[in-house]
């Protein structure tokens, strides 16, 4: 059974940077997977920050690119969030997540077919 | 920017009755949709993928329909679980993915 767990600060100052780790048990940070991270405001939809593959490769949204990196330890089975110049509009719940570019009964889509509880970050001085 | 346009943004049926959602998108994402149900305090639960297709133990009573911009979630006969929120995603638009702003079904 494949599990993910974010971890981190929960309040963080603005300004400042927001940084989470995802682990991951039950399937390898070197599978074919992409992973990512999803974040959720109170009471709004989710909204992806990105995905990373094991071999460095990284695909941001565009409204984070200049604040968002992500990366990989392939020891610890873990990847990792940092989003800098944070602000309280980034107060909100963020989970990891496996996918996009999952393959479900043999078809290749573009989902999130695992994710973490979420944790809850508030941005507040 | 693709823009999922869920409505209506609040359902309100009795256990038993079926329930119809929408989607719909600013420009054609083929049939590369899903549907997410999310209680609260959980992570959304991935539903439907590829606009049709029941993710691995989704009842039968879940389906979704539909290509290009307009797109159903339709639940046969609601049970007492199925109450939650329900969100649309799509990645037509590589590497951007954008979710649906969501569809609140409550108990009426």
């Known amino acids: 059974q494949v599990q993910l767990q974010e971890s981190g600060p929960g309040l963080v100052n603005p300004a400042g940077t927001l940084s989470l780790t995802c682990t991951i048990s039950?399937?390898?940070?070197?599978?074919?997977?992409?992973w990512s991270w999803v974040r959720q405001s109170p009471e709004k939809g989710p909204e992806w920050i990105g995905e990373l593959y094991h071999g460095g490769n990284t695909n941001y949204n565009p409204s984070f690119q200049s604040r968002v990196t992500m990366s990989v330890d392939k020891s610890k089975n873990q990847f990792s969030l940092r989003l800098s110049s944070v602000t309280a509009a980034d107060t909100a719940v963020y989970y990891c997540?496996?996918?996009?570019?999952?393959?479900?009964?043999?078809?290749?889509?573009?989902?999130?077919?695992?994710w973490g509880q979420g944790t809850m970050v508030t941005v507040s001085s | 920017e693709i823009v999922l346009t869920q409505s209506p943004a609040t359902l309100s049926l009795s256990p038993g009755e079926r329930a119809t959602l929408s989607c719909r998108a600013s420009q054609s994402v083929t049939n590369n949709l899903a549907w997410y149900q999310q209680k609260p305090g959980q992570a959304p639960k991935l539903l439907i993928y590829?606009?049709?297709n029941r993710a691995p133990g989704i009842p039968a009573r879940f389906s979704g329909s539909g290509s290009g911009t307009d797109f159903t979630l339709t639940i046969s006969s609601l049970e007492p679980e199925d109450f939650a929120v329900y969100y649309c995603q799509q990645r037509y638009n590589w590497p951007l993915l954008t979710f649906g702003g969501g569809t609140k079904v409550e108990i009426k």
């Open positions: 997540a496996r996918g996009p570019h999952v393959t479900l009964f043999g078809v290749a889509t573009d989902v999130f077919d695992i």
């Open positions: 039950g399937d390898s940070i070197i599978s074919k997977n992409w």
């Open positions: 590829a606009a049709s």
